[in-house]
Structures are given as structure tokens and as C-alpha cells.
């Protein structure tokens, strides 16, 4: 089957991102890379449950912390733990394409619906000069990211528009072209940074990673040299063989 259809029939709520929580490590490692401190102002959009935003609070002493979700239950929930816990921060239920960010100084933005995203960036664009938006795995779209520590990044107002597609690649992977070892490096980053303690499973989605990142990268005309390197051959006929699943039919002619 296609690597499509593999992932089609995994739970909605996980593929659409909906009831992925970033874990307090993941949390810390982005406020330590962004340099999160006492003047800032942050917002969590999309908080879920309201960890993000007591770790700013309670550890990087942030002026304001606050969360939005649309999630009635999510925020209701949140709300109780944070007065169980008596922290002071924000939460509200609300479409975060209707509501007011004008305050914030970073985001941490963790969207897959191209619909949210560019609605955002519309909003994004008109913050304070410096505010800061960190997004996982990729930058803001069209967009040069200011700094990388993948998968975390932060863009930063106002953006730079990127002059293709391949310098945006490039500038994630801060390399002149992508090899199997890039592909490879970064996608157990990704893994282990939002991946679970079951190494089995985290083996299994970085070889699936490695080969989106390489393939994207060869389609794109970024990877390194014209020849589909032995280690990417052999991982393509594993996931063939034992599993089922066809990459083979993403490579352009
Ligand atoms: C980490 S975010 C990422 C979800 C997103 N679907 C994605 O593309 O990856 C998940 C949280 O965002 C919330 N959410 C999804 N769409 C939203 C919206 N338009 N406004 C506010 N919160 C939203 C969900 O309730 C969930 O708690």
C-alpha cells in the first residue's frame, strides 16, 4: 500500500494533530531555545491542557502566559488544574483565528490546517517588530525561519520571505544539500524530541521520516549528488517487504 493509505488509516485525532500534547520536556527544551524570560508576554495557541503555559509561568518567570483553545472541555479542565495548582495565567475558549494576540511578544504555534496557518500569518505579520513565533518541523510557509534547532523553530517579525522553496529547505537544514545522514539526523531529532518512550515505534517513524525528508529533498532538487544512496534503496525495500508500505512511487522520474 502507498504511504498514504498507511497513514489514512490511522486515528483522525492523531494525524490532524488534534490530540497531540507536547510533553513538559518538549516544553522546556522550546522555552530554553527561544530564551523565554521575564519580559516576555506568551501565548500557547492551541494549549490543550494548560502545561505550556505553567511551565512559562512557574519556571521562566514570563510577565503573562496564556492559552487558547477552542476546546470547551480542554479549557474547563485547564482552568481546574490551574486553580488546584493556584497559578496565574490566562485561559480562554475561543477560535484562535478570532482572537487578540496583540500583546504577545512569543507564540508557540503548532498548526497543520493551511487554512488556520495562513489566516495567522495575516495576524502574525502585524505584531510588534521582534515578537517571536516558534511552529514545529517547519517554518511559517514562504517564510525563512530566524533561527533552527530542529524540529523547533522560531520565526520572527518581520518575516523574510524565502526566494524558493529549496532556501527554505536548505536554511532548516542549515546544509548546501541534503544526504541520507541529513535525512537521517533530523528525523530522529523530530523522534525523540516528540516521539514516546517506545523505541520500537520511534525507530519505525524516523526510517518513515528519513524517507520523506530525502525523497522531498531529491524531488525538490536538494539532495546531494543525482544517484539514490545504498541506505535509502535499503530502507525503501524494508518498509516494502516488511511492512507493506511503497515509497518507491513518490520519486519523480
Ligand atoms: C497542538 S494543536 C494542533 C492541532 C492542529 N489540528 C494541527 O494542525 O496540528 C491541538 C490543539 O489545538 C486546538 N485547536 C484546534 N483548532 C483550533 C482553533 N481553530 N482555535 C483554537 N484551538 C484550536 C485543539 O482543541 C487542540 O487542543
Not at 46 to 59: L, Q, V
Not at 64 to 87: H, R, T, W, Y
Not at 142 to 156: E, G, H, Q, T
Amino acid at each position: 500500500m502507498k504511504i498514504e493509505e498507511f497513514l489514512e488509516k490511522l486515528p483522525t485525532n492523531v494525524i490532524n494533530g488534534e490530540d497531540v500534547q507536547l510533553s513538559e520536556k518538549s516544553f522546556r527544551e522550546i522555552f530554553k531555545f527561544v530564551e523565554l524570560n521575564e519580559n516576555d508576554v506568551f501565548y500557547h495557541l492551541g494549549c490543550g491542557d494548560e502545561k505550556g503555559i505553567e511551565i512559562a509561568i512557574n519556571e521562566f518567570k514570563v510577565k503573562k502566559s496564556v492559552g487558547i483553545d477552542n476546546n470547551f472541555e480542554k479549557i474547563e479542565k485547564a482552568k481546574n488544574n490551574l486553580e488546584d495548582n493556584k497559578i496565574q495565567a490566562e485561559l480562554i475558549c475561543q477560535d484562535i483565528k478570532e482572537s487578540d494576540i496583540s500583546d504577545a511578544t512569543i507564540i508557540l504555534f503548532w498548526f497543520t490546517d493551511e487554512d488556520v496557518i495562513n489566516k495567522m500569518v495575516e495576524k502574525f505579520e502585524k505584531l510588534k517588530s521582534g515578537t517571536r513565533i516558534i511552529t514545529i518541523w517547519g517554518p511559517l510557509p514562504d517564510y525563512l525561519p530566524d533561527r533552527v534547532n530542529f524540529p523547533y523553530i522560531a520565526n520572527k517579525v518581520p518575516f523574510k520571505k524565502a526566494k524558493s522553496i529549496q532556501e527554505q529547505l536548505l536554511a532548516i537544514f542549515g546544509v548546501k544539500c541534503v544526504d541520507f545522514v541529513t535525512a537521517w539526523e533530523f528525523a530522529e531529532r523530530y523522534t525523540k524530541s516528540l516521539g514516546t518512550s517506545e523505541i520500537k515505534n520511534d525507530r519505525f517513524l524516523t526510517i518513515i521520516q528519513t524517507l520523506t525528508i530525502w525523497i522531498n529533498a531529491k524531488n525538490f532538487g536538494i539532495a546531494c549528488g543525482d544517484e539514490i544512496p545504498e541506505s535509502i534503496k535499503t530502507y525503501i525495500s524494508i518498509m516494502k517487504m516488511h511492512f507493506d508500505i511503497d515509497f518507491e512511487y513518490l520519486l519523480d522520474e
